[in-house]
Nanobody, 123 residues
Framework: QVQLVESGGGLVQAGGSLRLSCAAS????????MGWFRQAPGKEREFVAA????????YYPDSVKGRFTISRDNAKNTVYLQMNSLKPEDTAVYYC????????????????WGQGTQVTVSS
């Protein structure tokens, strides 16, 4: 069982930055692929970033590539999402997710989810 708790969300002006954190419980955190997703009101949950269990592989959709960076610290059981050059369309609830696999997963097919943290970008 893995429990995930996100933090770091908030209100920021367009062009600003935020860093989200996701703290995970469990002794086998390093064995999980971690992902970040977001969901805006009235829209489906959208893939934002993923990092493989050994941290060597990352993947981003075009909508955030070059602006967002996912990283992980297995010693701290924490995954991060650094978000730069934020745009109003980045406004959403951001969720982290975990799946016991060695591959990158870009769909919502994850085993564990956090409760989410709100990110609001004003224009």
């Amino acid at each position: 069982q893995v429990q995930l708790v996100e933090s770091g969300g908030g209100l920021v002006q367009a062009g600003g930055s935020l860093r989200l954190s996701c703290a995970a419980s469990g002794r086998t955190f390093s064995r999980y692929t971690m992902g970040w997703f977001r969901q805006a009101p009235g829209k489906e949950r959208e893939f934002v970033a993923a990092i493989s269990w050994i941290g060597g592989s990352t993947y981003y959709p075009d909508s955030v590539k070059g602006r967002f960076t996912i990283s992980r610290d297995n010693a701290k059981n924490t995954v991060y999402l650094q978000m730069n050059s934020l745009k109003p369309e980045d406004t959403a609830v951001y969720y982290c997710a975990a799946r016991a696999t060695i591959i990158i997963v870009t769909t919502t097919d994850y085993n564990y989810w956090g409760q989410g943290t709100q990110v609001t970008v004003s224009s």
